[in-house]
């Protein structure tokens, strides 16, 4: 369906009408995503951290992973705790300075995230975007951000 149709909406113009269209879009994904790691016991927040930290191939401090993070989180701790509960991550303490706190994943957190890499195979754009269509709105989106910061 349409945008206007799933909001039942009248837009002011066609850039309030794309502003709103990229909420909606972004918070449908999330919700289809949430369901999908619910399986997991994961949440789009967890599953983020971990995806980082995979990506990394190195620990990072917290603040790096904050920094990283797609939704800037300020319970970034809680569930880096969680995570560690479940032995997904492993935390190593700086010997410089005992207050900085390193993560990296484990071989339990890797072995979970390929996992989740095959179930999510279903959820991704190549379905319904060219690779050209998929670098346009790349582009596009990009510049919205740049012209929006």
């Given amino acids: 369906m349409k945008i206007d149709e799933v909001v039942k909406a009248r837009f002011k113009n066609e850039h309030h009408k794309a502003l709103v269209n990229i909420r909606y879009t972004s918070n449908w994904l999330s919700y289809k995503q949430n369901v999908q790691l619910q399986a997991f016991g994961l949440s789009l927040p967890q599953f983020n951290i971990m995806r980082i930290l995979r ?34 991550l492993q935390r190593v303490r700086c010997e410089k300075d005992r207050r900085v706190v ?34 346009q709105l790349n582009d596009l989106l990009d510049k919205v951000r740049q012209e929006l910061n």
């Fill in 55 to 88: 990506g990394a191939n190195e620990m990072l401090s917290v603040s790096e992973i904050k920094e990283r993070m797609i939704e800037k989180s300020p319970n970034t701790s809680r569930l880096i705790d969680k995570l560690l509960s479940k032995e997904l």
């Fill in 102 to 135: 390193y993560l990296q994943i484990s071989q339990k957190g890797l072995d979970l995230l390929q996992q989740v890499d095959v179930y999510f195979d279903d959820v991704n754009l190549d379905k319904s975007l060219t690779t050209d269509e998929a670098k």
